[in-house]
């Protein structure tokens, strides 16, 4: 069973930057796909990045290309995302995930407990 714990999360005004953390225990994940889901209030969980292994493809969700980054550092069995120039509609809790493969596409089937990112206008 691998554990994830998110965090770097806060309040930050817009146009400002956090960068998340999700550190696993419990086995390795440099063979598996990684994700970042959120979930703003009312509303449903979104996939809003991920990587692949192998190839290191990327997906990010339109509404954050070119300001979120997500990363890995295998060594330390962590995954980050790099949030800039954040905006309101980007306030939400932040989960991590562990892909179900080596490709984000199979989908995912662990995740963190969440950290909150609020962002004020």
């Known amino acids: 069973q691998v554990h994830l714990v998110e965090s770097g999360g806060g309040l930050v005004q817009a146009g400002g930057s956090l960068r998340l953390s999700c550190a696993a225990s419990?086995?390795?994940?440099?063979?598996?796909?990684m994700g970042w889901f959120r979930q703003a209030p009312g509303k449903g969980r979104e996939l809003v990045s991920a990587?692949?292994?192998?190839?290191?493809?990327?997906y990010y969700k339109d509404s954050v290309k070119g300001r979120f980054t997500i990363s890995r550092d295998n060594a330390k069995n962590t995954v980050y995302l790099q949030m800039n120039s954040l905006k309101p509609e980007d306030t939400a809790v932040y989960y991590c995930?562990?892909?179900?493969?080596?490709?984000?596409?199979?989908?995912?089937?662990?995740w963190g407990q969440g950290t909150q990112v609020t962002v004020s206008s």
């Open positions: 995930a562990v892909g179900r493969g080596s490709n984000w596409s199979y989908g995912f089937d662990s």
């Open positions: 990587m692949s292994r192998g190839d290191g493809s990327t």
């Open positions: 419990g086995r390795t994940i440099s063979g598996n796909a």
